[in-house]
């Protein structure tokens, strides 16, 4: 039943090629405590305003939307801000605060359940450390040992093992099955990525084993593959220097800046320039630094011999979802385009299985999802996984999911420990519904 990796092999082998020792740039680096650095809600109601605004605060952490930009601003420049003569609204008055609450990590103790028993629950009470999660993926594949592997793809560029965890129920073939696809941790600070897909993952397991009738069905009908770190180095730097990382840890030729978005880097729409400048940059100081070409990353050389592999195997790949934090949005593709021309033929049914996934997780905690193609309801983006899985690869339904809260006013990327354990239950319910509806497409 096992899946039979040779093609990634390859990508190991490139991605070794690709990437040098870990000598670690980010270990020359002075920890960023954020203390006195305030949260601003921009609203830019033209598209000039938005340029504008994007080009002052690119090199500061950020978020982007239709008709505003929430952005993090050190001491030093909160007169910049407030001397744009837009309408501007103060989030937080000190996200440092915010970061050293969130900061308290306790350490994962493996003992407290027996070998081959499923981790104790109270995991998802807090954050943890990125060795603990390693060691919590080893436990969940070791709770489930005859019906998952854990695959090595190859490496990050600071030699992070990637690494994807294959699940499968008692019938059918995997040859033969529709493929459910996860990618998390793909921008590093959104932490609660990384707790969502180990909530799923686990569920998943513990329903099986039990003898959950939904869950073993879906475990005997469809092949799930998990990827927990996309970005395991951007990941580490969060937790060891600066918290509101968002790229890769990989340098550029002619340039002091570190790191790549390694959702603009995948090999698809990369050349296009989308309207209104859209969330790429081809500068690389910028938060979403595209790469100097497409899929040149080691983590999306490794990751796309993966996916290539899983198009093309049983019945290809049903359901792709790429987590994301912040904004409570379920996003379709496109995100290069809105002309009616180019929107996908299955834009219809992915809206209706979008809208029933917000149904489900409204139901949960009475948190409201927004649903539709990502130019309309967030911004233009090229090289994204979404569009690339869906435009190269045909996935049938192909996402990204956009976790708690709506806004830096809940949170934004720091969100809150006690809000860990209502997020991934929310989640959990969303893919019941889905899993269920996609059944026969």
Known sequence: MKFLVSVLGLASVVSTTLASPAESISSQDTRI?????????????TQKDTED???????????????SFEVVVPPNEVHTVEDLGLNIHLLSDDIGVQIRAEAVQPTYKRELSKKGELPDLSWFESYHAYEDHLTYWDDLQAAFPNNSEKINLGQSYEGRDLYALHLWGDEGNSEEKPIIYWHGTVHAREWITTMVVEYLTYQLIDGYTSGDANVTSFLNYYDFWIVPFHNPDGFKYTQTTNRLWRKSRQPRSNTTCIGTDLNRNWDYTWYLDPEGGGSVSSNPCAETFKGLGPGDTPENIVLSALSKKLATTGQGIRSYIDWHSYSQLILTPWGWSCA?????????????????????ILAVDGKEFIVGPACEVLYSSTGTGRDYHHGVLAANHSWSLELRPTSSGGGGFILPPEQIWPSVREQWAGQLWMLAEIWND
Request: aromatic share 6%; no cysteine.
């Open 340 to 360: 009616p021309e180019d929107l996908p033929a299955t834009l219809p049914r992915m809206r209706e299985i979008g809208e029933g996934v917000a149904k489900a």
């Open 53 to 67: 605004v994007k080009a002052k605060f690119a090199h500061l952490p950020n978020l982007q939307s239709q008709d």
């Open 33 to 45: 405590t954020y203390d006195g650095h305030r949260v601003y809600r921009i609203d830019t109601s």
